[in-house]
């Protein structure tokens, strides 16, 4: 079955640990992306990525970090200095170029106590 | 910052159209407009896109105007499973997907 996969779908973390969520396509894609979700709100594109071990920042990068060693895998850290890590994080992935559709996950719902 | 403009929420009766309005006055010749809708909890779901001509697919029909400043999401009978939050996307040349706030679709029984 292609599609993407994040894993886990909750998570939950102790405040002052950095944390990695997995995002997983096979799909061949070539962009991925990161977004943040809070209540009620819409997305926030935190990183995205057109090529790999290249990435652009979004517009909330701030308190996180990726990286793209692989065509395949886009993982996310939500590190200590984000304040407010709490959120429901969405990966998505498309193919190369503006006529053509995005493909999500299902997200991984982040809980720091 | 997102490029569109939506209506927070509208309400739509069982087996009606419903028409979702976008407005995304400052987009440009190569840009496209997409739609897609996230059900609680859940990824969003891609619907349909286009550039300048109305499409339609098995979900619904997109009609953008002559001028490419406004365009119309139509669900031609809506139902229940049709409530969802509906974005409309302007994907432009550096490639990124922002997302505005959506519209919050209730469909009534």
């Known amino acids: 079955d292609g599609g993407i996969t994040q894993s886990p779908k909750y998570l939950f973390r102790k405040e002052g640990q950095n944390v990695t969520l997995s995002c997983e396509q096979n799909?061949?894609?070539?962009?991925m992306y990161w977004y943040r979700q809070d209540p009620g709100q819409g997305l926030r594109l935190i990183y995205y990525?057109?090529?790999?071990?290249?990435?652009q920042k979004g517009d909330i990068a701030e308190g996180y970090s990726v990286s793209r060693e692989k065509k395949e895998s886009f993982p996310l850290t939500v590190t200590s200095a984000q304040k407010n890590p709490t959120a429901f994080y969405l990966c998505?992935?498309?193919?190369?170029?503006?006529?053509?559709?995005?493909?999500f996950g299902q997200g991984t719902r982040l809980t720091v106590v | 910052d997102a490029k569109t403009t939506q209506p927070p929420s509208m309400d739509c009766a069982e087996g009606r159209a419903a028409n979702l309005p976008c407005n995304h006055s400052?987009?440009?010749?190569?840009?496209?407009v997409y739609w897609y809708r996230q059900i609680h909890s859940q990824g969003p779901q891609y619907i349909i896109h286009?550039?300048?001509n109305n499409e339609t697919n098995e979900m619904a029909s997109l009609i953008i105007t002559e001028d490419r400043k406004s365009s119309t999401l139509i669900l031609p009978h809506a139902t229940l499973r049709d409530t969802a939050v509906y974005y409309c996307i302007v994907r432009g040349r550096d490639d990124k997907i922002i997302f505005g706030k959506g519209t919050r679709l209730h469909i009534l029984p």
């Open positions: 998505a992935s498309s193919p190369d170029g503006l006529n053509t559709e995005a493909f």
């Open positions: 799909l061949n894609h070539d962009a």
């Open positions: 400052t987009i440009s010749g190569n840009e496209y």
């Open positions: 990525s057109q090529i790999v071990n290249d990435f």
């Open positions: 286009g550039l300048k």
